[in-house]
C-alpha cells in the first residue's frame, strides 16, 4: 500500500536510512527538514519532490529559499522550530517519522499527535524529557506511537498479540559501546575521534558519544519505562556485544522471546512505516552459516555514571529525565568542543540529576525550562 511520509530530520543518518526505505518502498514524502544541510536537503528534494520542506537554522534557510527560487514546482519553505512544529501538524502524510536530534524533537512530536497523525519515533528524547505529555496525547488524539530505535522496535515486535499482564521483565540491550570492560583511569584520555568510532552501528557523532558513555542506554531505558508501561526495576540493561539480539521480554512463565537481525537501522525504521505489514526490504537476512557467537555481559555502571543517573532520574520521576538529558546534550556539546574530557559527561550528568528531587507535573513550559536549567548547570559546574 502506498503511503505518504513526512520526515523530520531528513539529512541525519535515520533521515537517510529512512529516504533508503522509502524508496525501496515507492512511497510518497510529503514533507522533509533539515536544520542546516542545505546541499543535502536539495539532492532529497530533486529526487524526492516533497510538498513541504522546513529549515530551522535561519542561515540555512535564507540559502535554501535563493537555491530554489524560480524552480518550478518547488516545495513551499518552512522556517525555524516553529516551522518544523507546522510541518509535523500538516494534514497530508500517512505516517510523520521524527528523527530530530535532542530536545528540539519534542514539539513537533506533540505537534504530529494532536494534529491526529500515526508517530513513528527516532527522536528519544521525545518521550525522555515530556514522556508523559507524550503518552497523555497519544492517548487523547487515539494515534498511534511506532518506536524506531532498534531495541524498543524490538520490544514493539515481541509484545505484539500479548496482554500487557504476561510481561514480566524487558531485556533492553546494548553492543557496551567501543570502551566496554576497559577501567575507570584508562578512560580519562578518551578523545572525540575515539570516542566517535562504533564497533557496529553507524550514527552521527551525538548519539555515538552517548553510546560510548553508555547515556544512549539510560535514555533508551527511560523510553521504555513511558512505552512499555513498565517500572525502571523491571527493566534490565544487557551487553549484547554483537548487535544481533536487539532486545527481548520475559514473560510471567519465564520464557523469553527476544527479536533478532543484522545491525541495521533500516530494519526498524521499516516496520515503523509499513506497520503492521511485514514486507522485503534493503536489508540482507541474518546469515546463521556465519553467525558463531552471542554473548552477554552486564552494564557497568560503575564505570559508566551516565546510565546510573539516568536509573536515578527515571526513579525521581517528574522533570528527573528532562534535567539529565539537558545536562548530557550540553556536556557532549562541549566534549566534542575539547572543552571538557569524557569521564566529565557522566559527572555533570549525575550531578545534575543529584542537585533536586524533580517530582510532580509538569507543563511543556517546565520542559524548556528544566533544560534550560541543566545546561546552565552544566555550564556553571565544568
Known sequence: MSKKITLLGSTGSIGTQSL???RAQGYEVYGLSAHSHVEKILQQIEEFHP???????PDAAAKLDAALAGRANAPKLLTGPEGLKELAALDGPDVVLNSVVGIAGLGAS???????????LANKESLVTGGHLVTQAVEKHGVQLLPVDSEHSAIFQCLMGRGKGELKKILLTGSGGPFRGRPREELEDVTPEQAVKHPNWSMGAKITIDSAT???????????VWLFGLPPEKIQIVVQRQSIVHSAVQFSDNSIIAQLGVPDMRIPIQYALTYPARVPGVVPELDFTTLKLLTFDVADEETF?????????IRKGGLGPCAANGANEEAVKLFLEDKIGFLDIGRL???VVDSDSFGGDYSLADVYECDRMARAFVRAHL
Do not use: F, P, Q, W
Open 20 to 22: 533508503d526505505v522509502i
Open 51 to 57: 510538498k513541504y520542506v522546513c529549515m530551522t537554522d
Open 110 to 120: 506533540l505537534c504530529a499527535i494532536e494534529s491526529g497523525h500515526d508517530l513513528a
Open 214 to 224: 553508555l547515556m544512549n542506554k539510560g535514555l533508551e531505558l527511560i523510553e521504555a
Open 305 to 313: 555514571r551516565c546510565l546510573a543517573a539516568c536509573k536515578k532520574a
Open 349 to 351: 550528568v549525575e550531578a
